[in-house]
């Protein structure tokens, strides 16, 4: 249990990352922190909010907070952080895909960015009557760009966005996580409720059990397990949904 006696402040903490050195990156409400592997104590790096971060193929640590979209932790006065001092305003998540990009979620729209070791030009990908509110992103298994918005689900493909929401089966159309199914599809997690979409029928299944509750953080683990946190307003709990087994019974919508 890490607090203020740690170095942390005493502050809203949004965003976490280990990284391949065992250093963990704290992202809160008042500044970045970082914590060496073997240390007892953290150390501010950043003043800004830090909303979420990425590691690249290098491991250059990459953070958007509340004064710029990307920006290296790692060496902040580098030729690869230089690459990106245009990119202005703030960011709220961060997604490293299989190819090496860096996706950021920005306010109207998201970003492709290259790493620091690849050359090419930060792409922007817009759709201003979908692409609005995002609160995360995530990289399925077949390379596609999922966007967690508070309007639906959004799929980019190349430059192609398309959204899903209530109409395909959605329960609610604030998503709040997602996560990958062992049969190629998608958990996600809204404001009311959980949901299985699958690619081939474009449609959303809805599970009972999570009727009425807001989904607030998926895992899915290697082994075919669903971890899901949920909040039914008058308290948190974690749920298990073991691979096989009956625990959760699909209601399609």
């Known amino acids: ?18 990284d391949r050195l065992g250093r963990l990156w704290v992202g809160t409400g008042g500044g970045v922190f970082r914590r060496s592997d073997g240390a007892s104590k953290f150390v501010q790096v950043s003043t800004e909010t830090g909303y ?14 509340s004064k710029h979209l990307l920006k290296s932790l790692d060496n902040p006065d580098g030729l690869a952080a230089r690459r990106f001092l245009g990119l202005s305003g703030n960011g709220k998540s961060l997604a490293r895909d299989a190819r090496g990009f860096i ?5 109207r729209g998201v970003l492709r960015v290259p790493d620091s070791s690849t050359a090419g ?3 922007y990908v817009t759709e201003p ?15 596609t760009i999922w966007v967690a918005t508070r309007g639906g689900l959004v799929r980019i493909v190349s430059r192609s966005v398309t959204m899903l929401a209530h109409p395909e ?8 996580g997602i996560a990958n199914r062992p049969d190629g599809g998608l958990w996600v997690g809204t404001q009311n409720g959980l949901a299985s979409f699958s690619p081939s029928r474009n449609r959303f299944q809805t599970y009972s059990e999570f009727n009425g509750k807001r989904v607030t ?12 946190a949920a909040d039914d307003g008058q308290g ?3 749920w298990l949904a073991e691979q096989g087994a009956a625990a959760i019974q699909p209601r399609s919508s």
């Open 1 to 18: 249990y890490l607090t203020i006696a740690h170095g942390l402040p005493d502050v809203a903490v949004y965003a976490l990352l280990e």
């Open 169 to 176: 089966g959605l329960p609610d159309d604030a998503v709040r």
């Open 103 to 107: 996706w950021v979620g920005a306010e």
């Open 236 to 238: 948190g709990s974690v």
């Open 52 to 65: 979420d971060f990425a590691e690249d193929r290098n491991g250059t640590i990459w953070v958007t907070d």
């Open 129 to 143: 009557d979908k692409l609005t509110t995002l609160l995360s992103l995530f990289e399925d298994r077949d390379g």
């Open 217 to 228: 953080a998926l895992h899915a683990a290697d082994s075919g397990n669903l971890w899901v």
């Open 121 to 123: 030009a930060v792409e």
